[in-house]
């Protein structure tokens, strides 16, 4: 049986299917409303993107740690998607058109070590918000995204950068990232530590720990 971290997941996954009936076809996860909008939700202020001071940090247990300009990351290759949010305050919004770099560069580029079986993205403000590697890898749509309906991110959804990984709840997507950071134990990230849940799966609600 293979080793693949990749397959391991489509392997639990298949194992315990969760997703109950619902009008959209299996797309609406359970305790979720559809919207049309894009609610803002975050902790605190905006911050002021400075294109000639930022940067994004990627280090850890890597084996090639790497850091960007603003200038250098635009020019990194990029893919569109499409596909459905899910917000733990209980909002999804099907069909959304995101663009970045995808995670399958960054692994890569960066090369994990072995004993690496989380992430931290670092925001500004001190946000963090920690997400299973495996989580990660299970997510195709995965990426470090910057235009959302083929426009730069607006500053309340994260301009000019925002981790995204649409099938985990939408806080695990965090805003202003500056830095993501390989670890091989996990550690809570900000509203983690305010007990919401360390993985944050909308089709088993885990919302709260």
């Given at each position: 049986m ?79 998607v ?17 663009e ?28 963090t ?6 989580e990660?890898?299970a ?12 426009k ?15 099938h985990?709840?939408?806080w ?9 950071e ?25 919302r709260?720990?």
């Amino acid at each position: 049986m293979t080793d693949d971290p990749l397959e391991k997941v489509r392997r639990l996954k298949r194992a315990n299917p969760k997703r109950p009936f619902d009008p959209k076809g299996g797309r609406l996860p359970p305790g979720q409303y559809l919207t049309e909008k894009f609610p803002v939700l975050h902790y605190g202020g905006v911050p002021r993107f400075d294109p000639f001071n930022w940067d994004l940090k990627i280090w850890g247990l890597v084996e090639n740690p790497v850091r960007f300009t603003w200038k250098e990351f635009q020019k990194l290759p990029t893919q569109r998607v499409v596909c459905d949010i899910h917000c733990v305050t209980r909002w999804s919004k099907l069909d959304t058109p995101w663009e970045g770099v995808p995670w399958s560069w960054v692994m890569e580029t960066v090369k994990p070590k072995p004993e690496a079986q989380f992430v931290m993205a670092h925001c500004d403000f001190d946000f963090t918000a920690n997400v299973p590697l495996e989580e990660m890898l299970a997510d195709e749509n995965a990426m470090l995204a910057y235009k959302y309906d083929d426009k730069p991110l607006e500053p309340d959804h994260g301009y000019p950068l925002r981790l995204f990984v649409p099938h985990l709840y939408f806080w695990k997507s965090a805003k202003w990232l500056r830095g993501i950071e390989f670890m091989a134990n996990d550690r809570a990230g900000f509203w983690e530590g305010y007990g919401y849940h360390m993985r944050g799966d909308p089709w088993t609600e885990e919302r709260f720990s």
